[in-house]
């Protein structure tokens, strides 16, 4: 059964804590996106990776990190240097074309962070 | 001017109204054309894909695409309660970023 995995579902942190989610994808995809979705905002990027050991900023990364060291795995780590982290945060995947241009994107079912 | 436009609504209709939701954009370059269906503290899931300008159809939806205004519409036919949900549009351009509206919320009402 194949697709994107995220946990936890739900997540709380006290402020100044840092706190890591899982992202995981069996779909043999090139690419992996965070994304941060606050109500009436849309989708903001955060990171994304094309391959293994090799990331990008989105244009909201201050405040968080990531790493990807599997092809499968893409973790995201809020800081405690994020001022409102409170919020939905998605995470895709998408296979890259050999032009050079990614397929579509393929969503994970989502981590609701609350900071307390 | 935002890359993607798309009007939040909300957007309210009787069950079996057609729908219309609409997404324009500025660049130009952007090539393909996607709709996500988004409900409640859900992920967004694919609905729709498209490459080039005119209709593309799947059971109740049909996408359309129109290059020469920058312009992209999801029609829903006999729509249903349990497509209430939010519904963005999103594109990509050479290169590997996407760009989505900000979604419109839809309720079917029975």
């Known amino acids: 059964d194949g697709g994107i995995t995220q946990s936890p579902k739900y997540l709380f942190r006290k402020e100044g804590q840092n706190v890591t989610l899982s992202c995981e994808q069996n779909?043999?995809?090139?690419?992996m996106y965070w994304y941060r979705q606050d109500p009436g905002q849309g989708l903001r990027l955060i990171y994304y990776s094309q391959i293994v050991n090799d990331f990008q900023k989105g244009d909201i990364a201050e405040g968080y990190s990531v790493s990807r060291e599997k092809k499968e795995s893409f973790p995201l780590t809020v800081t405690s240097a994020q001022k409102n982290p409170t919020a939905f945060y998605l995470c895709a995947s998408s296979k890259l074309r050999g032009s050079g241009i990614t397929d579509t994107q393929y969503f994970g079912p989502g981590t609701r962070l609350t900071v307390l | 001017q935002k890359e993607v436009e798309q009007d939040p609504g909300p957007l309210s209709v009787p069950e079996g109204a057609i729908v219309s939701l609409n997404c324009t954009y500025s660049n130009s370059a952007f090539q393909y054309f996607m709709w996500y269906r988004q409900y409640s503290r859900k992920g967004p899931e694919l609905l729709m894909y498209?490459?080039?300008?005119g209709n593309k159809e799947d059971g109740r939806f049909t996408a359309q695409v129109d290059k020469s205004s920058k312009y992209i519409s999801l029609f829903i036919r006999d729509s249903q309660p349990s497509d209430s949900a939010t519904y963005l549009c999103a594109m990509i351009h050479t290169g590997n970023q996407f760009y989505f509206g900000t979604g419109t919320s839809l309720t079917v009402i029975p």
């Open positions: 779909l043999n995809h090139d690419a």
């Open positions: 498209t490459y080039s300008s």
